[in-house]
């Protein structure tokens, strides 16, 4: 297969952040960028050649987009097979349909890992209401009720601590499907990105740490503070996993590594990972360059932390009292700041983050954590 090589044009479905960092990564990597999307003025479309706004589901307009770029990658999971399939018959595709299709799902991405012996949370699948009593039964409280589809970010979350929360829960599965999972006594989160190409050809980045606040990523730090036994577990299962998909671009696996030391998978993105920022600045190549190295068939670049870094998000919750104070955050002298170019700020609304380097991750994480307090961010949590 021939590379496609700079002058080429990428085309990426779904307007959001990450799509707006591949953009900015391939004009200066010398391709062009379309980007298409369901809104006008998305923060992808905003930085791209071109922005064309059409609806998934649109035939004519998927048509006239593959007629005007080399590839298609994702930027956004819930892309509706279909319209992967219509482009597919005129373009490359990467990551392909079936990638997409085991991974937008929790039932059928649990389904993956069970059929690849790959370590996850105990999960029962909920086709409807009457079928929480057994699972609750089966795994016991508490326990995480997702949705099966389209969740992202905590939504469509719920903690079940006990028969108080059922209400609530059945109300849930009463508007779709979902997963019960047994909760996890973790002692970290970490997330491993990886870049995979045509060839099967990967480099994998070392483990990433992640704290969350109500279920939403909050700060990320590498490198991770895992064994090293734990870390080259993580990247075995993210390599083998990327190979089972046969997926091409970039994949994220998230993992919580329990009390007692054990690794399980908790998700799977075929694209980049939030918790993936940092290696804009850590890394020789990010994870939006490895994404449009592999997508184009070009080498892979070098995917280890030169440097300890740490990333904290700026959620829309600090455009409560108007615009956060920036000058104050940019006192932070090591502090990069991303913004995405969103109109409207809402609470959890990922409007930008800011990574700092450091000597250490955990100086990084005070640098971010001071400066986001400085522009009027939440108060940095205890450890
Ligand atoms: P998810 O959207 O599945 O990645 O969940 C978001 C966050 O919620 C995770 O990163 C955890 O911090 C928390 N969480 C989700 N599932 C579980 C679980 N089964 N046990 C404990 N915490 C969980």
């Not at 606040?213 to 993210?238: E, G, K, Y």
């Amino acid at each position: 297969m021939n590379p496609i090589l700079p002058g080429a044009t990428i085309g990426v479905l779904g307007g959001g952040q990450l799509g707006r960092m591949l953009a900015q990564v391939a004009g200066r990597m010398g391709y062009r960028t379309v980007v298409f999307s369901p809104s006008s003025g998305s923060p992808a479309g905003q930085v791209a050649d071109l922005e064309i706004v059409a609806e998934y589901q649109d035939g004519q307009a998927l048509a006239s987009f593959a007629e005007r770029v080399d590839v298609v990658t994702i930027e956004f999971e819930n892309i509706p097979i279909k319209a992967l399939e219509v482009l597919e018959s005129i373009v490359p595709v990467r990551p392909g349909p079936r990638a997409l299709f085991t991974t937008q799902n929790r039932a059928r991405e649990k389904e993956f890992l069970i059929a690849n012996g790959i370590p996850h949370a105990d999960s029962v699948h909920l086709a409807g209401p009457h079928d929480l009593l057994p699972a609750l039964e089966r795994l016991g409280a508490p326990a995480v009720l997702k949705t099966a589809g389209f969740g992202y970010d905590g939504k469509g979350q719920l903690l079940l601590r006990g028969p108080d929360d059922n209400d609530a829960a059945l109300a849930q599965l009463r508007s779709g499907a979902g997963v019960l999972e047994r909760f996890v006594e973790f002692r970290r989160e970490i997330s491993v990105v990886l870049a995979r190409s045509p060839s099967g050809e990967t480099r994998v980045c070392p483990p990433i740490e992640n704290r969350h606040r109500s279920h939403i990523l909050d700060v990320s730090r590498a490198p991770a503070d895992c064994s090293t036994t734990a870390a080259r577990q993580a990247l075995d299962i993210a390599d083998a996993i990327a190979d089972a998909l046969d997926a091409v671009g970039v994949v994220c696996v998230e993992f919580f590594e329990t009390n007692t030391g054990e690794l399980l998978v908790n998700e799977i993105a075929p694209r980049p990972h939030n918790s993936g920022h940092l290696t804009i600045e850590a890394c020789a190549a990010s994870q939006f360059e490895q994404q449009l190295r592999a997508i184009c068939g070009l080498p892979l670049g070098d995917f280890r932390f030169l440097v300890p870094a740490a990333m904290a998000n700026l959620l829309g919750d600090m455009w409560e009292q108007g615009e956060p104070d920036w000058p104050a955050l940019l006192a932070g002298e090591s502090v990069a700041l991303h913004l995405y170019g969103k109109e409207e700020a809402r609470p959890g609304r990922k409007m930008g983050h800011i990574t700092a380097v450091a000597e250490s991750p955990a100086a990084a994480v005070r640098a971010v954590e001071a400066a986001r307090v400085a522009a009027g961010g939440p108060r940095a949590a205890r450890r």
